[in-house]
């Protein structure tokens, strides 16, 4: 064999194991990278369940003892169904604005449980739904995709009770990232006055501090703190319009439940004081559970009657 031949093979050779050992390698980290993330991923879990778990036990507020997730963005499902009971709503009618695709929101647990509604929002929902009804039939939900301001919500409001065949509503969910307390207001100045409403409230701003954004038809929420109105702001405004606030959630501290004061009485157990009923902000703090279907919301809300049917026939 010549000199130099040697080389040359064992290069052809080297050349394309070493190759296919930097892919095997890198293949490896990724793998190793993959199962490290969902290591991570279930500790956060974990220690986030464990920590929701702490704050509820020691939380003052029965109510709060009551918070589940189906569909909305933490524990706001269950804290409206008990809400709802002791208020003896068994069937009622529900109303939200802003609800992003459909696939999470405060609502979807009441249709699950055969009530009736309507939502408002800019956003295209992530299923169709059933094509309305033929003049004469009964409509169990609807959705108006609209964009919302102070000029048009209320307008909006009648336009989905009546086309579901209402003329009230028992609950009312509001979530828009922004001028919300300027919608509430307009929902509360013009008579649409739900048993229980639904506020998503800025809770960086502790009570008693009082905070608002200015009210502008074109604000975009960025991610930054500059949305909303504080706790305190809210409960101003609801009390004028004799509510009393019984909740905040405590799992991430966005959503305030007030209802209305005639039914105080039965949150003889729920304490007086916002500065004990006020939640830190805990936003973004995980999931649990699979992702939802819109398979599985689709199903839920375009068989509405017949859901009622079963629970109520």
């Not at 569909?71 to 804290?79: K, M, P, R, V």
């Not at 809400?83 to 802003?98: D, L």
């Amino acid at each position: 064999m010549k000199v130099g031949i040697l080389p040359r093979i064992f290069a052809r050779i080297v050349s394309p194991i070493s190759r296919l050992l930097h892919w095997a390698l890198r293949r490896i980290g990724h793998v190793m990278a993959s199962d490290v993330l969902q290591a991570l991923q279930v500790i956060s879990t974990v220690a986030l369940l464990e920590h929701n778990e702490q704050i509820v036990k020691q939380h003052r507020n029965p109510l709060n003892k009551c918070g589940r997730k189906v569909f909305s963005q933490a524990d706001e499902d269950g804290i409206t169904c008990e809400i709802i009971k002791r208020i003896g709503i068994k069937c009622g009618v529900f109303a939200e604005f802003g609800v992003g695709n459909g696939l999470e929101n405060n609502t979807i647990v009441l249709a699950s449980l055969g009530w009736k509604g309507f939502w408002v929002g800019a956003e295209s929902l992530a299923y169709d739904l059933l094509p309305a009804p033929l003049t004469g039939q009964q409509r169990d939900f609807a959705f108006i995709r609209e964009f919302i301001d102070t000029e048009n919500i209320l307008s909006f409001a009648r336009r989905g009770l009546e086309s579901i065949s209402e003329d009230k509503v028992d609950v009312v969910s509001l979530d828009l990232d922004g001028n919300d307390i300027y919608f509430v207001e307009e929902l509360l100045k013009g008579g649409f006055l739900p048993k229980l409403f639904i506020v998503e409230y800025n809770a960086k701003f502790i009570p008693p501090i009082r905070w608002k954004i200015e009210y502008n038809p074109a604000h975009r929420w960025v991610g930054d703190d500059y949305f909303g109105a504080s706790l305190m702001e809210f409960n101003d405004l609801f009390e004028k319009y004799r509510y009393s606030l019984v909740c905040c959630n405590s799992a991430t501290g966005a959503n305030a439940f007030f209802v209305q004061s005639s039914y105080r009485d039965v949150f003889h157990d729920v304490p007086a004081d916002i500065n004990v009923l006020w939640s830190p902000p805990l936003y973004f703090t995980g999931e649990y559970g699979h992702p939802v279907s819109a398979k599985t919301v689709a199903l839920i809300m375009n068989n509405i009657a017949s859901v009622r049917s079963r629970h109520f026939t």
